[in-house]
T-cell receptor, first 107, second 118 residues
């Protein structure tokens, strides 16, 4: 069974700082990995999807890397803004989720 | 991206009653949909995979008679919590993969349903 760990569980930074969110998973035989954002009491918004054949994916200020062999993915958020405050979840193959990293960006 | 609409967004019901939650893919067809449950400050737990025209596949430990899933069309899946009890209170979320091979596509999520059983 796939187990997903996200570190840190929570992160608080001043506006403008870069964020690094880590995700590790135990079963490296995955097709893809997806990063999501969840606001309190809301559903999930897809941020980035990385196929197993890719090493990274970028969208605006977001960049996600994938090292499938070591079971790791990292989400980088550049020049953080208060609007980036949310919980970020990673999910290998859509079926298993980490507990998330709750980010607070202070103005 | 594709849109998945989930309804209702919140519901309060009395213990012993049943509640139906709908999940619709608005601009694409979804032969498969996923249902998750999320407890406060915890991650999503996959409950079942809903398959259009056939029976749902339930994860281990999920009671299929309690959580009835119907996927009657290519754009609608429903989850019915039968004889609800306070311990069923949770956040329920559905998702549908986009077009293409199931394994490689992006997942799109509904807005979630907050169920409170009193």
């Amino acid at each position: 069974k796939q187990e997903v760990t996200q570190i840190p569980a929570a992160l608080s930074v001043p506006e403008g700082e870069n964020l690094v969110l880590n995700c590790s998973f135990t079963d490296s035989a995955i097709y893809n990995l997806q990063w999501f954002r969840q606001d309190p009491g809301k559903g999930l918004t897809s941020l980035l999807l990385i196929q197993s054949s890719q090493r990274e994916q970028t969208s605006g200020r977001l960049n996600a890397s994938l090292d499938k062999s070591s079971g790791r993915s990292t989400l980088y958020i550049a020049a953080s803004q208060p609007g980036d405050s949310a919980t970020y979840l990673c999910a290998p193959d859509k079926l298993s989720f980490g507990a998330g990293t709750t980010v607070t960006v202070r103005a | 991206g594709a849109v998945v609409s989930q309804h209702p967004s919140w519901v309060i019901c009395k213990s012993g009653t049943s509640v139906k939650i709908e999940c619709r893919s608005l601009d694409f067809q979804a032969t498969t949909m996923f249902w998750y449950r999320q407890f406060p400050k915890q991650s999503l737990m996959l409950m079942a995979t809903s398959n259009e025209g056939s029976k749902a596949t339930y994860e281990q430990g999920v009671e299929k008679d309690k959580f009835l899933i119907n996927h009657a069309s290519l754009t609608l899946s429903t989850l019915t919590v039968t004889s609800a009890h306070p311990e069923d209170s949770s956040f329920y979320i559905c998702s549908a993969p986009g077009q293409g091979a199931l394994e490689s596509t992006e997942a799109f999520f509904g807005q979630g349903t907050r169920l409170t059983v009193v």
